[in-house]
Each structure stands twice: as C-alpha cells, then as structure tokens.
C-alpha cells in the first residue's frame, strides 16, 4: 500500500513538472491527446496512459554499461583553457548584457602565453576576442598604444588590433615587430594561428631606429616564423631615398644569425697586380646546429681567379674547430712588362677538444705555398704576409689509468718561406713514464727523494734539405760553433713528383732517455739536487768516412744495419737564496727595496764518447798532407750522435729580482703601498770547462727583463760576452781574425766581445686606465648586453668570448685612440771581425675621428734597409646597423685597395663592437 502511494505522488509531480517545460518551447508544441473511458460493462483491458510514463521497479537495476559509461561526454567543455588575469590603472567596467569587460588606463591582459598592454582594452567574453588602442589626451595626441607579447615575439602597434585568443588571429593597424634580427612593418596586418605574418603595403629592415637608414619596400610581405620572410616585387630604400634596386620577389632568412643560410655579397677593390676585383662573393652554408660551410670565390680583371672553401664545426661540451683552404691561380696577360704566373694554395685548419676522459686529439695546421705568401694579400690576416716561418700539429695523447705510463703521437710540419725549407715529422711519437720514488718510505733524505723517469721518442722526419754525398766539410761544425753564420742551404721543391725521392731520404731514429735524481737539503740554507742521465739512440744507418785522393777531398757513405748509440752525464747543482733590504726614511715616496738573489752552483761530468773504444766517431784523414779528424757516424742524423770531447764544468747561474715598495697616494686615513718591479730578472750565466784543453771559460750570457710606466713598456736585453781575446793572423795572401787561448782583459782589450745582442722594447698605450683580464671582459659584455635587453643564448655567448680572448680582431669604438709599437734590435759579431746588425720599428693601432668614423693602421720601418716596411691603413665608417670598412696598402708588392660594406649583426651592435674580418679568417 505504500508502495502504491508513493507511484501516485511521483505522477503527479512529473505532471507537474512537464507542462511547463513543454510550454517553453514555442513552436513544438505536441498534439492534445484525447482521454477515452473503457466500458464498465465490457472486461477491462490494461490500455497504456499516453501521458503518464510507466513506472519502473522500485528496485535500481544498474547495469556494468551504465559503470563504464564516461560521465565527461555530457558535460560541456568553455573554450577558456587556463587563468585569465587583466588589469587597469583608471577603471574596469563589466557590461552584462553585451558579455563585454573595459579596461581603460595602462591595462593589461594576460592568458597562458600572451599579453598586451594598451591604454584601452575590451574583452568580448562572447567572441573570445580582444580590441586594444590608445586613448587621445587632452591635446590630440594618442597615448598608451598596444604592445602585444606572443612568446618571445613582440608587436608595437600605433593604431589598434583585434585578436582572437581561441584561435590566436588577428588583424592590426600600423604594426612593427620584431623577427630574429629583422623588423617588419606594415599598415594592416594579418597575423595566422601559427605565427605567420601577412602584410599589406609593408617593409623589412635591420636597423631599429623609428626612420631606418635602409629598407626593403613591398606591397605584399608573408612572414614564416622561424623559416623566411618571403615578399612581392619590392625596391630597396636608404634613408626613405628609392633606388632602382629591386627583384620581382625576395626570400630573406627569418632563422638565428647561427642557422641561416644564404648568398654572400662580395667586397670589391683594386690591386696593383691582378687589377679589379670582386672577392668573397658565394653561398652560406648553415648544414646544422654544429657545422657552417661557406663556399666564396673572386675574380680579377687581369685574369686571375680564386676559391675558397671554409668549415665552422662546435659541438658543447665536446670540440671545435674550422677548416679553411683557399686556392688561387693566375697568369698576366702578355702585355705584362714582368709576366707573373702561379698557382697557390693555403690550408688552415684548427681543431680543439673539450678536456674530458684519457685521451685528447686536437690539431693546428697552417701551411701552403710559397707564392701563396709572396703574392696573395689576406686584409683580414696582414700579419701572415710579413711572417717567414710557419707550422703545423696534429696531435693525439692518451693517460693510461691506474699506471704511470702516457702516450702521445704528433705529425709536425715546420716550413720557412725564404729558404723554402720543408720539414714534416711523420710521425712523432712518445711514451713516458712519470717519476717514480722507489724509496719514499725510507729516512735517509736523498734516498727517500730518489727518482727514476723514463721516455721513449720515435720520429721520422721527411725533409727536402739535399744533403751532399760527396764532398763533407769537416770544418762546418766548428764554425758554426764558433759564432759563425750557415748559409743558405740547397733544397729539393717539395713537389709531388719529388716526393718518392724524399721518402726515400727521410731520416729516422728512436730515443730512449732515463733520468735519475734527488733533491735534498744541505747545511739548512742549501739546496742540493744530484742527477744521472742516461740516453740511448737507435738507428738504423751510420755513416763511413773515406779520403777520396783522386779528387782530395772526404767523401762518406752510409751502411744500414741496427745501431746503438748510448752516453750518460752526471751532475750535482746547489742552490740558495739572498735577501737584501734597503729601507728609506719615514714619510718618503719609496719605502723601501727588496733585492732577491738565487745563486746556483753546478757540476757536470760527460765522459769522451769520441774515444775509439766507443765506436761513435771515426778517425778520417782530411787532406793530402795527412792531417786527420774524428768525425761523427752520425753526424746530421736525427738526434745527432753521442757528445764529443770530455767535459768537467763547473756552471755558474745568478738571477736577481729587484722590487720597491711604494707609497699610493689615498684619501682615507690608512696608508696604502704598492709593489713595483725594478727588475723582473736579471740573470748571468756561464760555465768553465776543467777538461778542455783551450777556450776553458764558456761565454757569458747576460739577459734582463722590465717594464715601465706601469707596465705599458715592455724591455729584454740579452747579450753573450766572449772573454777572450782575437788575433790577426795570415793565411796565404789574406789576412784572418781568431780566437786566441787568452783572456781579452790580458791582451788590452777589455772584458770580452759582445758577440750577439739582442734588445725587445714593446709597448701598448691608450686612454683605458686599466688592463683587464679576458674573464673582466667577458663578464662586462655580459651584464651590458643584459642591461640593454638581450637575452643570452650559445650564439651570443660565442660572440662574448671571441671578443674577450681576442680583442685585437674586433674594433672597439669606445677607446678614442690605441697605439701598439715595438723595436726590435739584433748584433751579431763573428771572430773574423764581420758584423751584422738588424733594427726594425713596428707601429700599430686605431684613431677615432668621431663617434663614428675610426682610422686603423699597421706600418713599420727598418732602419738597416732604410725603408718604411709593408704597410696597411684601414678606415672604418659605423653606420649604425651598417659598417663600411676600406682597406689601403699604399705601397709595395701588395699595392691595393678594398672597400666592404655590410649590414651589422644586433648582437655586435649591442655589444659596442664591430668585428675586423670573418670568423672563417681564424682558422
């Protein structure tokens, strides 16, 4: 019965509920049903109520579908997707009606990765779309326009945007934003959901000023971003000025400066030789993250041509490096008065790991031709031309773990372009045993110091010095010992057609070396070091001597087969150390002066490995009259031979260091000193032979090292003092000057003759009024390229540190001037009396004229030739998000001119600094 009453209740309320919900729906409304009574006389059937609903079971039947079934499907889903934030200076204003909010005064709006910023903003909750644009003050003049943010994009806007934040569109007025390096600007602009930018009547630049000083103009820009900005038919403008410059389209790289790629513009000039030019112009390639590739060529007037091929590779935390070849070729036409005709080449490449693990490869090659250095002008690299010497390392070491035992292996090569001697090493390899203390636990001191090495060193060497079988000057290496000068010597073209024949003649051995030493401590104030070396050569050809009567001279063959050669020498050194104080009266400028001297004394004992008992050297006659001569078996050999002559020297080592205390002037009431070097060493040296026969006293070499006017001047001077006398002595019709077995004070003639000199005077000044390290550099760079607004990433932090380790590549327009000089003096004085003396004056460094325009120059003079030496003058023109440089070479074999304007990265710009030549030129 209960039951029954609760059924009855339950259709009465959902009558009630019904009507009205059917009544809410204007246009559907169902057809009036028709209520019929059953007869009472006829046997009633069950006739279903067409308004009234069956009733279910009192008991809830669930079934598993309706567990599994997923409740998210009948909730509705808002198109709001995170936290909105707005807010507003003036007043917000809600107006229910039309779902819209106002914000009116320096308001913001903020949703996941967007912002904008204006003066006036609606937000239209019904459309999801925001209108912002500035408000006009009471003169006319609008104020607060719209900055909206995108991630790392930003668009200054001047008239008003709309934008839809659920399907990220949008349409602006007047917009300029910002593209990796570029700016683009256009009157309507229709921005996608993806980020890309379509624009009407729109321009792109580099430059950031409000006019730029250059852009391109078109009626219709597409920006892709992080792909390319692709444009219609456009003109080039400078300074809002048309010019006839322009394509019927235009792809401009819309990627970071380190992942574009694209088309080099050359630089164009003149040089006196191969005429007109236009050089560096090519393709950039940015092949990934870790490799660039540029691929540059030139092309003269006069009928010379040239390409080079350069690679950047840096992977973090790993290595890198660059490889650069340039190949050159040229022929003067035949009306040429001096016909010139070459080919040339040169190969860089530099190569530096990350110092990680057992084992390291890193390698600097530097090499090329001849008359790739005696023709071909490198503005970026000036230096290259004026140097004669160059070399080249590929090296690989390896530290094995848990033992004392390391590995290297080097390919060398050594080239010099005025003898055109070439020396390669292939290979150079080493194994070294670190010392080792065998007796560390014992007491006794010089046992418990006691110390054993041992290094292995094998080499190869391939050279093309020819070396004259026949007729062997037994004097030459006298008279090298006795101060004399070498000439040039005769070499083989390092061709590849002679390079059987200098395989063939390559020279090689192995050296073993074992040394043995003990430090300890004598009489408190003495330090004693005792040592044993032992060398071992091995080789695999020796030379014999022969007298060739028939044509009177000493000729040698070499006979193969294994060799030993072995030697050793001993030697015991003591050392201490003198102070001198010197102090002035209270209240003087200097306080006082310290003068520290190292006083070491020395003994070494080689016995005579050209006794015959050795087998190391040969007893040869040298002449018809019989005269004889030990000669070396290994004379010029790879590591040369065994020592000849005993020795029993006592060497003598002085070293002085001066400094002085000084009192600083401060306005505080603490006095404060500073320290300043007088000298920074001063040191005599020389040695004196008990077992020679002659000439027991060895030359005195003295050398000295300062600076002045607070380390701005740079002074070395060495010099080696002969003690003993020269004599005039006649040999056949001309007259010879020697030694002789005398002191020279003896002989009336002083203490000795300077044999060589040698004077280095350098010096950088300008108005900086400190030096800083290359870490002060980097780290003010940073925080100034933070402080403007930067943001830091692996480009930039390259650029930071290209800059700070190598200054002298970048120009700095801060610094109004910078000078850089150098004198360089050398005396040579052989004992036959012939004297040679070399001075040179090196002049460099930078003027600026204004804050714009700097003048850089790199001449020099030498004074023996009595001529200016080669010399380059540079201008350089800051146009702001341009730079023109031009190079002039006023004179000489490299007489040209070159002129180079580019536009100018942000980062270099923000950074104050311009660079002076391509990365690529490093390497």
Not at 374 to 401: E, H, R, V
Not at 612 to 625: C, H, I, L, S
Not at 653 to 663: F, G, L, T
């Amino acid at each position: 019965m209960h039951n029954i009453k609760l059924a009855f209740i339950s259709i009465f309320l959902l009558q009630c509920l019904a009507l009205p919900l059917f009544g809410q729906e204007p246009g559907n409304i169902p057809a009036e049903n028709i209520l019929i009574a059953p007869d009472t006389l006829l046997n009633p059937g069950v006739l279903p109520d067409t308004l009234l609903p069956v009733l279910p079971d009192s008991i809830l039947i669930i079934t598993e579908e309706d567990l599994l079934a997923d409740t998210t499907k009948t909730v509705p889903q808002g198109d709001i997707e995170t936290v909105i934030n707005y807010y507003a200076e003036d007043s917000i204003i809600s107006d229910f009606s039309q779902n819209k909010v106002f914000l009116y005064k320096d308001a913001w709006f903020e949703y996941g990765n967007i912002r904008l910023d204006a003066d006036y903003i609606v937000i239209d909750w019904e459309k999801n779309e925001l209108f912002a644009s500035g408000l006009e003050d009471t003169t006319g003049v609008v104020q607060g326009t719209p900055v909206f943010k995108e991630g790392q994009s930003i668009y200054e806007i001047r008239k008003d945007m709309r934008y839809n934040f659920k399907t990220s569109k949008a349409i602006i007025t007047d917009v300029v934003t910002q593209q990796d390096e570029g700016l683009l600007r256009g009157q309507t602009v229709k921005k996608g959901g993806d980020g890309s930018i379509y624009l009407n009547k729109g321009f792109y630049t580099t430059c950031d000023l409000v006019e730029p000083h250059w852009h391109i103009s078109s009626s219709k820009i597409k920006s892709i971003r992080g792909k390319q900005v692709i444009s219609g038919p456009f003109n080039l403008y400078f300074n809002n000025i048309p010019t006839p410059l322009g394509l019927p389209f235009g792809i401009i790289p819309d990627t970071p400066e380190e992942k574009t790629s694209g088309i080099l513009f050359p630089s164009y000039g003149q040089e006196r030789v191969r005429g007109l030019f236009l050089r560096d112009f090519g393709y950039y390639f940015a092949i990934n993250d870790y490799v660039h590739t540029q691929v540059t060529g030139e092309v003269f007037s006069l009928g010379g041509y040239g390409a080079k091929w350069g690679t950047v590779y840096n992977k973090r935390y790993r290595y890198k490096g660059g490889f650069n070849i340039d190949f050159q070729k040229f022929e003067s036409p035949e009306t040429a008065e001096v016909p010139v005709e070459y080919d040339a080449f040169w190969l860089r490449w530099n190569h530096t790991p990350e110092s990680r693990g057992n084992s390291r490869f890193s390698a600097s090659a530097n090499f090329g031709t001849k008359s790739y250095n005696d023709n071909i002008l490198n503005p970026g690299n000036f230096q290259q031309n004026m140097n004669s010497d160059f070399s080249s390392n590929i090296a690989y070491s390896k530290t094995f773990a848990g033992t004392p035992f390391s590995m290297s292996a080097n390919l060398r090569h050594s080239q010099n372009q005025v003898t055109d001697e070439v020396n390669l090493l292939l290979p150079d390899i080493a194994v070294n045993m670190n010392r080792q203390n065998p007796f560390r636990n014992v007491r006794f001191e010089p046992l418990k110091t006691l110390n054993v090495a041992w290094n292995f060193n094998a080499q190869n060497s391939i050279n093309n010095r020819v070396t004259t079988e026949f007729g062997v000057d037994p004097n030459l290496m006298q008279q090298i010992e006795e101060f004399g000068q070498p000439g040039a010597p005769e070499v083989l073209p390092f061709t590849f057609a002679n390079l059987p024949q200098l395989l063939r003649e390559a020279d090689n051995g192995m050296r073993h070396t074992v040394p043995i030493s003990s430090n300890f401590t004598l009489f408190r104030f003495f330090t004693g070091t005792a040592s044993l070396n032992w060398t071992e050569l091995w080789y695999f050809d020796r030379i014999n001597y022969y007298y060739n009567r028939q044509e009177d001279r000493l000729d040698q063959i070499l006979e193969p087969g294994f060799n030993r050669v072995g030697f050793y020498n001993s030697s015991f050194n003591m050392s201490t150390n003198i102070y001198g104080f010197y102090t002035f009266k209270k209240g003087a400028k200097i306080e006082a002066i310290r003068h520290h001297m190292q006083p070491t004394f020395g003994f070494t004992s080689t016995p005579d490995f050209s006794d015959p008992r050795y087998g190391f050297y040969q007893e040869v006659q040298t002449d018809a009259q019989g005269n004889t001569r030990r000669m070396s078996r290994y004379q010029g050999f790879i590591y040369g031979g065994a020592p000849m002559g005993e020795a029993r020297a006592l060497s003598i080592n002085i070293r002085n260091v001066v400094e002085a205390k000084i009192r600083m002037e401060s306005d505080t009431a603490e006095v404060e000193t500073k320290k300043v070097p007088l000298l920074q060493t001063l040191n005599v040296a020389t040695n004196y032979n008990f077992a020679a026969d002659s000439f027991n006293l060895a030359p005195i070499n003295i050398n000295t090292r300062t600076s002045l006017f607070d380390n701005k001047i740079s002074v070395f001077l060495s010099t080696n003092l002969d003690p003993y006398a020269t004599g005039t002595f006649t040999q056949g019709e001309r007259e010879v000057t020697r030694r002789i077995n005398d002191f020279a004070f003896r002989q009336g003639q002083g203490l000795g003759r300077i044999r060589s000199a040698t004077l280095n005077l350098n010096g950088s000044i300008n108005p900086s009024q400190t030096e800083k390290s290359s870490a002060e550099v980097r780290d003010e760079l940073t925080n100034d390229y933070l402080n403007q607004g930067g943001q830091m990433n692996e480009f930039v932090e390259n650029e930071i540190d290209r800059i700070a380790n190598d200054p002298s590549q970048y120009i700095d327009w801060s610094i109004p001037w910078n000078m850089t000089f150098g004198y360089n003096l050398s005396y040579n004085r052989g004992t036959s009396g012939n004297v040679n003396v070399t001075q040179a004056v090196n002049i460099s460094g930078d003027l600026s004229l204004s804050d714009k325009w700097k003048i850089n120059f790199n001449s020099g003079y030498d004074v023996a030739a009595n001529r200016i030496t080669q010399t380059m003058i540079g201008i350089a023109r800051d146009l702001h998000c341009w730079q023109m440089n031009v190079n002039w070479v006023p004179f000489g074999r490299f007489t040209s001119y070159n002129i180079d304007i580019r536009v100018k990265s942000n980062i270099l710009r923000d950074l104050k600094v311009s660079r002076r030549r391509s990365f690529f030129d490093s390497f």
